[in-house]
Nanobody
Framework: QVPLVESGGGLVQAGGSLRLSCAAS????????LGWYRQAPGKQREFVAS???????NYGDSVKGRFAIDRDNAKNTGYLQMNSLKPEDTAVYYC????????WGQGTQVTVSS
């Protein structure tokens, strides 16, 4: 069981930081890749970052060097640290995980003002 709940979104000025959390239920969270995606109004959902069960990470080109993904398997929680935020980072952010990578959270809104 890995239903996911995101939190930590909000309104921040350009250049600021936010830390998103993704809480999973059950005891199998550590077995699966965790991903973060985002969707801005009128745009397709895009990949932001992922972390494997062993801790290997990947990032979308637009966030490399600014965002960092992490996970605490003991807490069944994943994180996305977002630094140097830009207005174009404004979107609903979703986490994704599960045995077939088929579970999505409900999303959390991030708004970056200029």
């Amino acid at each position: 069981q890995v239903p996911l709940v995101e939190s930590g979104g909000g309104l921040v000025q350009a250049g600021g930081s936010l830390r998103l959390s993704c809480a999973a239920s059950g005891s199998t969270f550590s077995l699966y890749t965790l991903g973060w995606y985002r969707q801005a109004p009128g745009k397709q959902r895009e990949f932001v970052a992922s972390i494997s069960p062993s801790g290997a990470t990947n990032y979308g080109d637009s966030v490399k060097g600014r965002f960092a993904i992490d996970r605490d398997n003991a807490k069944n929680t994943g994180y996305l640290q977002m630094n140097s935020l830009k207005p174009e980072d404004t979107a609903v952010y979703y986490c994704r995980s599960g045995p077939a990578y088929n579970y999505w959270g409900q999303g959390t809104q991030v708004t970056v003002s200029s």
